[in-house]
């Protein structure tokens, strides 16, 4: 039998997909268990799922519905897993049960008998995609949660977060369009099918190992910490807000916890003996900022002291951000550009008018 390009595709996403949901288990990595468990499950059917839909383009499976085409009901709900458990610590529920049912359902109809497969494929895009518009808003609420409680949040990996998301999105439209092709019977959902298939050999790739690399980086944020961003405020502080405000800023400034590039609303309202509630609101109501706005502003004004001062000439700017609370160069440099309109050198250069810097 002579593989075609798209035959060969799809088998070499079997094998890929086989080979990291086995090493996901017997290796241990810095994933969460639920978060490992999660994304070996999704490969584990994956690869399960094409290997049967190949044995039935090769004549090996008589055509139709088995239960391994039930898995496109479980991608999406193990998928939304994964991106909870990352970002949010979230431990499984057993409310968590009920993403089950559809699976349970056709699983039911498959063996009555009854299960159609356009039914089935209506069911799985449906699904899929509904699971995907739940990432795509979880992964926005953790942005929003990250910059109003931690001072680092701009160093958060999120080009990975994102490319997780909209890779699957792209190959979910992919997918749909081949089937809608197929079924219209009005061109050849061969070249989409192939298409596919290469960018679930990249995808799945790029996810896995990023999965692997990224979580390190990633602050998973507590129940805590999620609620603070629900909380109701009024448009303008009253006057004895605007009292805490000014003694909360007296007190940051004078102990100066910015310089703890690891610091969080937490631990501040800890320093301060204010609500954490409280200080989230006087930081976003009083100063119209986020928390990690804020924070940042302080720590630039820092960098700029040192950047200034002729005691500090020698310097390096490396040096310069880890001792301003900064822990990234591109981070700090980013928000030194955004509030500033210079580059450190630049703010240096002219601040000591030398003509070169550090």
């Known amino acids: 039998m002579i593989l075609s390009l798209t035959n060969a595709l799809q088998l ?6 086989a080979f990291f949901a086995v090493f996901l288990l017997v290796r241990r990595s810095r994933l969460d268990p639920p978060t490992n468990l999660s994304l070996s499950a999704i490969l584990g059917l994956l690869a399960v799922h094409l290997s049967t839909i190949l044995l039935q383009q090769a004549g090996r499976i008589p055509w139709g519905v088995t239960p391994a085409h039930l898995s496109g009901l479980l991608y999406g709900p193990l998928f939304l897993v994964f991106i909870r458990s990352l970002t949010f610590r979230r431990r499984l529920q057993p409310a968590d049960g009920l993403h089950l049912l559809p699976a349970g359902l056709a699983l039911c109809l498959l063996v009555a008998g009854v299960l ?19 990432a795509v808003a979880t992964v926005h ?12 949040a701009r160093r958060i990996p999120y080009a990975w977060l994102s490319f997780a998301v909209a890779g699957l999105m792209v190959i979910y439209a992919l997918d749909l369009a081949s089937f809608m092709v197929g079924e219209a019977g009005q061109g050849d959902s061969a070249l989409l099918t192939a298409l596919r298939s290469a960018a679930l050999l990249i995808y799945v790739t790029g996810f896995v190992v990023g999965a692997l690399e990224q979580p390190r980086l990633f602050a998973g ?13 009024a448009t303008r502080l009253g006057s004895e807000e605007l009292a805490d405000l000014e003694q909360l800023e007296s007190l940051v400034a004078e102990k100066r916890p910015y310089l703890d590039p690891e610091l969080t609303l937490l631990e501040l309202a800890r320093i301060a003996r204010l609500p954490a509630r409280r200080l989230s609101r006087l930081v976003n109501r009083g100063r119209s900022q986020t928390f990690s706005e804020w924070i940042n502003d302080y720590r630039i004004e820092e960098a700029k002291r040192l950047l200034a001062g002729a005691g500090n000439a020698s310097s390096t700017i490396l040096d310069v951000l880890y001792r301003a609370g900064f822990s990234s160069k591109s981070t700090f440099n980013a928000v030194f550009k955004e509030r500033t309109g210079l580059t450190p050198r630049e703010f240096r250069r002219r601040a000591q008018g030398s003509p070169s810097s550090r």
């Open 141 to 152: 609420q953790y942005r929003r949660v990250l910059a109003s409680t931690r001072s680092d």
């Open 116 to 134: 159609l497969p356009e039914i089935l494929a209506v069911g799985v895009f449906v699904s899929l995609g509904a699971y995907l518009v739940s």
């Open 12 to 17: 070499l996403a079997v094998f890929q997909c």
């Open 221 to 233: 944020v507590s129940e805590e910490e999620r609620t603070l961003i629900s909380a109701p405020a």
